[in-house]
């Protein structure tokens, strides 16, 4: 079982930086694939990136490709998501998800935080 608590969301102007922390707790958590997915209202939710057990694959949305770079700290128990050069079509909550395997898709995930706001405005 691995319980996961997102923090770092906020508002910022198009353009700037965020960054998104994701603290899990378990003794498993290195033996887990992370990966961070976004929703927006009225809409899927979606893949962002993720991010293998060792750190050693990471894999991205097109939409965030050069300007997103996810990490682990595997002493700490926590997953980052930097993101950089935001638009205003990022606005979304942002979701991190523990799971077995490196894929885009919420269903390869089994664990999920409650998700953190993430507000661009233009």
């Known amino acids: 079982q691995v319980q996961l608590v997102e923090s770092g969301g906020g508002l910022v102007q198009a353009g700037g930086s965020l960054r998104l922390s994701c603290a899990a707790s378990g003794r498993t958590f290195s033996s887990y694939a992370m990966g961070w997915f976004r929703q927006a209202p009225g809409k899927e939710r979606d893949f962002v990136a993720a991010?293998?057990?060792?750190?050693?694959?990471?894999y991205y949305a097109d939409s965030v490709k050069g300007r997103f770079t996810i990490s682990r700290d595997n002493a700490k128990n926590t997953v980052y998501l930097q993101m950089n050069s935001l638009k205003p079509e990022d606005t979304a909550v942002y979701y991190c998800a523990a799971g077995g395997t490196i894929l885009a898709t919420p269903k390869a995930f089994d664990y999920w935080g409650q998700g953190t706001q993430v507000t661009v405005s233009s």
């Open positions: 991010i293998s057990w060792s750190g050693g694959s990471t």
